[in-house]
């Protein structure tokens, strides 16, 4: 396999965010920003970066906006952009905010995916978790999504129950619990 590493977020390697945006990619897996994202990243690149991985306080989904938690954020590199990987969480305890589901999000770009990426951009995230003082993480996914499921089963991931879907009625999401050493 090509050799996966996990990149910080910088303006060095946003044209590649930018060119997988264009392509159509959308790094929320909800729900497709690409457009907007687009379009906040041309305007003001650097803006763009400081609002995405730097702002103390975030957006959601329904225009609230809540304080940032700590994260490590990494984009995934082959020698190019493949996609996005980040460890969020609150200082001392395992528990997430209400609206945050899990502690580990990701998504390869479409062009990239069923190589292994996610797979090993999780393994490589897992120290990070590690060293905040966490013996295991809490990652959900869509009870459909069988490619994420193999991921996160390939890393340790060990089933934790289920929950309806939050913006998609009549769905579910699955927890797994995956430890960190």
């Known amino acids: ?26 790094p929320d897996t909800t729900q497709d920003v690409s457009q907007e994202q687009l379009r906040q990243l041309r305007q003001d690149p650097e803006r763009f970066l400081y609002d995405l991985y ?37 200082r001392g305890t395992e528990e997430m905010p209400p609206k945050v589901h899990g502690h580990i999000g ?26 905040e003082g966490f013996s295991r993480v809490l990652i ?11 991921v996160i089963l390939a890393n340790g991931g060990v089933a934790a129950g289920t929950f309806p879907h939050d913006r998609l009625p009549g769905r579910t999401k699955l927890r797994f619990w995956v430890p960190t050493l």
């Open 140 to 150: 959900t996914c869509d009870d459909d999504n069988l490619a994420s499921q193999k």
């Open 54 to 90: 730097s702002s103390p306080t975030l957006r959601l989904a329904d225009g609230t906006e809540v304080p940032r938690l700590p994260a490590h954020d990494f984009w995934i590199s082959d020698g190019e952009f493949c996609g996005r990987i980040g460890f969020r969480f609150q």
């Open 1 to 26: 396999m090509t050799e996966i590493v996990l990149i910080r977020p910088s303006l060095e390697w946003l044209p590649a965010y930018e060119h997988a945006l264009a392509q159509g990619w959308s």
């Open 106 to 131: 990701y998504t390869i770009v479409p062009w990239k995916q069923r190589r292994g990426y996610a797979t090993e951009a999780l393994r490589q995230i897992l120290p990070f978790a590690r060293d």
